[in-house]
């Protein structure tokens, strides 16, 4: 079934500890992104990606970085991590057609202490 | 750069009865798409509906519809016969050709049984 995976769903890591969030999808989509969100807040795009190898950063400033080796992988990583590094993030994916409409992974909810 | 402005940090509504989200837009582009996303409390952020400016047929989706004013730079949802269901944060976004999604601040519905 085509889908958009993120893990871990849930992490709680220490001040200074170097951390992948991942995100993967089935759904044969060329465009990927990050997004930062608060609890009931707005989204901030942070990174997106047109294809394998392109990797831009967002309208938010971020600490993280991603890469583009495959299609279907976008992984963010946090080199490390700081407790204004908590936050939800949501992955995402869309397909070059006209409405380019964007598929949500169930995010990974990060607690840095 | 084009903005997303939803007023209603806030909605409430009786189970069965009719709510509406306010959503206005700042372009000047005549071409574009319009979309309204739900995210349930911890659960994935999913496509609710969705217009292309150059129809003026508005989008209908089951028991969820917009009223789109192209002039007024206005794109409401309308939602019938709410269900607890639908309780969630509501985001309304903005694209144009194969830019990026802007969002808005997005409004929490809550639904009263």
């Known amino acids: 079934e085509a889908d958009i995976y993120q893990t871990p769903r849930y992490l709680v890591i220490g001040t200074g500890k170097k951390i992948t969030l991942e995100c993967s999808q089935t759904?044969?989509?060329?465009?990927m992104y990050w997004y930062q969100q608060d609890p009931g807040m707005e989204l901030h795009l942070i990174h997106y990606s047109y294809g394998v190898n392109s990797t831009e950063k967002g309208d938010l400033s971020s600490e993280s970085t991603v890469s583009r080796i495959r299609t279907e992988h976008f992984p963010l990583t946090l080199e490390s991590a700081r407790p204004s590094h908590t936050s939800q993030y949501l992955c995402?994916?869309?397909?070059?057609?006209?409405?380019?409409?964007?598929?949500f992974g169930p995010g990974t909810r990060l607690t840095v202490l | 750069a084009q903005t997303v402005t939803q007023s209603q940090p806030e909605m409430s509504v009786q189970e069965a009865e009719t709510v509406t989200l306010s959503c206005t837009y700042d372009t000047s582009e005549s071409d574009y798409y319009l979309f309204w996303y739900k995210q349930p409390p911890s659960r994935q952020m999913i496509l609710v509906i969705r217009q292309e400016a150059y129809k003026q047929q508005n989008a209908t989706e089951n028991r969820f519809s917009v009223n789109f004013q192209k002039a007024a730079k206005s794109f409401s949802l309308k939602i019938s016969d709410s269900q607890l269901g639908d309780a969630a944060m509501y985001f309304c976004a903005y694209r144009r050709g194969a830019q990026k999604l802007v969002f808005g601040q997005g409004t929490r519905l809550t639904i009263n049984p």
């Open positions: 759904m044969g989509h060329d465009k």
């Open positions: 995402a994916s869309s397909s070059s057609g006209p409405y380019n409409e964007q598929f």
